[in-house]
């Protein structure tokens, strides 16, 4: 059974900084590239980076872009999401997904992902 199971969401204040952390079991953690996407409430799900399968490589959405670092490290089956200078725009719930896509283009698609997790609560106050 795969799971993905997000951790370190919280309420925060603006400029704030927080980790949160995505623990994969159930599948080949190495082979996948691994998305962080977000949802606030009455929006559609919206893509925020992701990482290729080596770390090798990772990609931003302009909106988090310098100031959000996604790493990875497939000894532990966990990607992270590293937020700084957090802004109430960020307020949201963010979800981790596994895709076996490589290309760009796909990425920000939430249909070319395989499994997700429950998501975490990220709340931004001004």
């Not at 988090?64 to 992270?80: E, L, M, P, Q």
């Not at 997904?97 to 490589?102: I, N």
Request: include cysteine; charged fraction near 15%; charge should be positive.
């Amino acid at each position: 059974q795969v799971q993905l199971v997000e951790s370190g969401g919280g309420l925060v204040q603006t400029g704030d900084s927080l980790r949160l952390s995505c623990v994969v079991s159930g599948l080949t953690f190495s082979s996948y590239t691994m998305g962080w996407f977000r949802q606030a409430p009455g929006k559609e799900r919206e893509f925020v980076g992701a990482i290729a399968w080596s770390g090798g490589r990772t990609y931003y959405s302009d909106s988090v872009k310098g100031r959000f670092t996604i790493s990875r490290d497939n000894a532990k089956n966990t990607v992270y999401l590293q937020m700084n200078s957090l802004k109430p725009e960020d307020t949201a719930a963010y979800y981790c997904a596994a895709t076996t896509a490589f290309a760009m283009r796909y990425l920000p698609n939430t249909s070319r992902y395989d499994h997700w997790g429950q998501g975490t609560q990220v709340s931004v106050s001004s």
